[in-house]
């Protein structure tokens, strides 16, 4: 049975940082991307960033560029994002996915976890 379970989401003031991480079992994911998503209470769930399977190329949605870091250690079989200068506008549910397919960015999920709740307070 395939599980993505996710864990470090919290409450952080603006401008703190938390690190997401999610783990994968069930079978290996070394072969395909895999990302983060979340969703704001009354909005639909966005992309936040794409991973490739290597590792190289990823891809981050405009409003987290340069503040959200992506990574992944196939041998673990876990994917992480390190979230630094968090705004209030980040709060959300995060969810890791993981995608048979190889489009980088993900625009969706085969796989995915049962979310994370980030808040970030003002």
């Known amino acids: 049975q395939v599980q993505l379970v996710e864990s470090g989401g919290g409450l952080v003031q603006a401008g703190g940082s938390l690190r997401l991480s999610c783990a994968a079992s069930?079978?290996?994911?070394?072969?395909?991307?895999m990302g983060w998503f979340r969703q704001a209470p009354g909005k639909e769930r966005e992309h936040v960033a794409t991973?490739?399977?290597?590792?190289?190329?990823?891809y981050y949605a405009d409003s987290v560029k340069g503040r959200f870091t992506i990574s992944r250690d196939n041998a673990k079989n876990t994917v992480s994002l390190q979230m630094n200068g968090l705004k209030p506008e980040d709060t959300a549910v995060y969810y890791c996915?993981?995608?048979?397919?190889?489009?980088?960015?993900?625009?969706?999920?085969?796989?995915w976890g049962q979310g994370t709740q980030v808040t970030v307070s003002s």
């Open positions: 069930g079978r290996t994911f070394s072969q395909y991307t």
């Open positions: 991973i490739s399977w290597s590792g190289g190329a990823p």
């Open positions: 996915a993981v995608s048979f397919s190889l489009r980088i960015p993900m625009v969706g999920g085969d796989y």
